[in-house]
Structures are given as structure tokens and as C-alpha cells.
């Protein structure tokens, strides 16, 4: 992973609930489009319904709408096999994929985390993060996480493979594969949000971390800003960059080799066609992350405040046993 330029936290978690949200957004366009079967025959040609009512079309639909809505739907898929295409069972997969996709990214994204020892999922007081290594703090739950969200994903292939392998109105070799299928995606990803609830729920941040990780790289951030001071303070651009590639190589070079601090702010301090620039003023975090702030207000407030109002009622709790 290589540094580029800084963000904050609150931007960051915005990016993993917006995906949750457009997985909300598809889960609601599949479940609004979810119709019955309903009383189309053995191989969807409605002839013994037909024969029952005496060759009468209007009553067998009439038939069909009424099973319909007993059923709890608005209306019947208008053609089928001897089964609803088995294209609705992928299209279901691919909304429960789509969930485990973003509960992956998020859960990968605070194993990062973890490891740079900026955020950290919860760690119960007696929780063992290794039977050997008594100090590890294993991101748990995270990695359960990731390893549910990866079935899941693993499961999309299975239903996409059967809709494909259907012979004419239908083959049997759909059954004992949907009945695994189908259950355990709905299974997994219940497991995946219960996991994600307690980890948003206790999750915690070390702004000291964050501050000192940011400082080791925040001069090398801040070059494009240093040259442009520069180059306003009357100096030849190209020159300036030639200056400021030498001194980041070097500067690098002793950080990686030597294990020393970064020092490229002391280097370009004492060279002198950067004398004119005031590099302290340069070095403020807050003029690398743009809107960030703003956009975390505008996102609540638009994306996230809506959900709410719709689908939270009461307290959030979830229970993990580590």
C-alpha cells in the first residue's frame, strides 16, 4: 500500500456505508420485483387449468391473479417454465453478493487498520488473540467477516451456473443445489451484519496514531504545494521539481535504508531556492483533505438520515461470542 493523499476517518466510513447503501437500494428493487409463479401448470402452459374451467381463458387468469395476492404478491411472472426462471434465484444472489462484497471491503480495510494501529475493532478484556502469542490482538471479527463474505461470493457462481445448465422448461438438477444455496447466502450474510453491527458499534480509534503515521508522510504529500509556493515566490518550476525529486529520493532512501525519521522539510530548509517559502505553514493536515468534513455532513444528512427514518426503531444491539 503506498501513501497518497490524506483523508479522514469520518470520509472513510462514508465510503463503506455508501456501498451498504446501494445494496440497500438493489435489495429494494429485488423485492419490489419479486412476483409468484402462480398457477401456470407443470410446465407453465396453464392446460390442466385451462381444461378445469372448460376452455374459459379469462377465469384461469382470473385464477392466477387471485393465488397471486392469497401468496402476498401483486401480480405473477408472465411467462414460465415448469418453474420460475432460475434467474431470479442469481439475481437474488447477486444482491446478497453485493452485500458481502461491501462488508469484505470494509472488514479488509480495518484489518489495515489494525495493523498500522490506527482503528481497531472491539477486544473483550479476557479475549485471546493467540494461543502462542499472548500480545496479539487478532481482528477477530473481521476476519470472520471476511471469510462469510467470501462464501457468499463463492455461492453467486453456483446460481449463475444453474440458471445456465437448465434444459428447455426445466431440469431437475436445479433442486438439491438451490436448497443448499439459497439458505446458507441468507444465513451468511444474517452472521455478516451481526458481525458488522458490533464491530461499528465498539469500534475504536487512536487519533495519536493516526497524527503520528500522517506526519511521517506528510512531507512527501505536501511537495505539489511546496512547488507551487516556489514557483509564486519567483522560482523556475522545472528547476524547483528537479530540486524537490532529489531530495524526496534521498529523504526516502534514509527512512528506508537507515530507519531514520523523514527529514525532507530539513533538507528543503536548507536549500536556498526554497527560502521564500514558509514550509511550517505548509505542513497543516487540514489543507489536504479538501471537503471531507463537509461531505460527511451532506452524506448523513442526504443518504444515511433517510435510511434511518425508514428502518431504525429502537436500540441496535448485537452479540458476539468470541
Same mark, same amino acid.
Not at 387468469?61 to 401483486?74: D, H, I, M, P
Not at 500522517?214 to 514557483?231: G, K, R, S
Not at 536548507?270 to 514558509?278: I, P, S
Not at 463537509?294 to 443518504?303: G, K, L, R, S
Given at each position: 500500500? +503506498? ?5 479522514? #476517518? ?22 419490489? /420485483? ?6 401456470? /401448470? ?48 442469481? +439475481? ?6 453485493? #452485500? ?27 479475549? *485471546? ?54 439458505? +446458507? ?13 458490533? #464491530? ?25 504545494? *511546496? ?6 515566490? !519567483? ?40 527560502? /521564500? ?9 487540514? +489543507? ?15 443518504? *444515511?438520515?433517510? *435510511? ?5 426503531? !429502537? ?8
Amino acid at each position: 500500500m +503506498q501513501p497518497a493523499q490524506p483523508t479522514t #476517518v469520518g470520509k472513510r466510513a462514508c465510503l463503506w456505508a455508501y456501498d451498504f447503501a446501494m445494496d440497500l437500494e438493489d435489495l429494494q428493487h429485488r423485492i419490489v /420485483g419479486m412476483k409468484a409463479r402462480s398457477t401456470k /401448470g407443470t410446465t407453465g402452459t396453464q392446460a390442466s387449468f385451462l381444461k378445469l374451467f372448460d376452455g374459459d381463458h379469462a377465469k384461469v387468469r382470473l385464477l392466477e391473479q387471485k393465488v397471486a395476492e392469497k401468496t402476498g404478491f401483486s401480480s405473477s411472472y408472465a411467462v414460465t417454465g415448469q418453474t420460475y426462471s432460475r434467474k431470479v434465484d442469481a +439475481q437474488v444472489l447477486d444482491a446478497l453478493s453485493g #452485500v458481502a462484497q461491501s462488508a469484505h471491503k470494509m472488514a479488509s480495510d480495518l484489518r489495515l487498520l489494525a495493523n498500522r494501529k490506527e482503528i481497531e475493532e472491539p477486544f473483550e478484556k479476557h479475549q *485471546i488473540g493467540s494461543s502462542a502469542m499472548a500480545y496479539k490482538r487478532n481482528p477477530m471479527r473481521s476476519e470472520r467477516i471476511c471469510a462469510l463474505s467470501r462464501y457468499v461470493m463463492s455461492l453467486q457462481s453456483s446460481t449463475a451456473n444453474t440458471v445456465a445448465t437448465q434444459w428447455m422448461e426445466r431440469t431437475l438438477d436445479d433442486s438439491a443445489n438451490r436448497r443448499l444455496v439459497l439458505p +446458507q447466502a441468507f444465513l451468511a450474510i444474517d452472521s455478516v451484519l451481526i458481525l458488522l453491527q458490533n #464491530v461499528c458499534a465498539g469500534m475504536v480509534t487512536y487519533p495519536k496514531v493516526i497524527a503520528k503515521n500522517l506526519n511521517d508522510e506528510l512531507p512527501f504529500m505536501a511537495t505539489e504545494n *511546496i512547488l507551487m509556493a516556489a514557483v509564486a515566490a !519567483g522560482g523556475d518550476r522545472q528547476d524547483l521539481h528537479e530540486r524537490i525529486r532529489q531530495h524526496s529520493q534521498d529523504a526516502a532512501a534514509e527512512v528506508k535504508q537507515q530507519g531514520k525519521p523523514n527529514d525532507l522539510l530539513d533538507r528543503l530548509a536548507q536549500d536556498e531556492a526554497f527560502a /521564500g517559502v514558509d514550509l511550517s505553514a505548509l505542513m497543516d493536515p487540514q +489543507q489536504f483533505v479538501g471537503r471531507s468534513p463537509e461531505q460527511v455532513d451532506e452524506f448523513i444528512a442526504e443518504v *444515511i438520515e433517510p *435510511i434511518r427514518e425508514a428502518y431504525v426503531e !429502537g436500540e441496535l444491539a448485537a452479540e458476539v461470542n468470541v
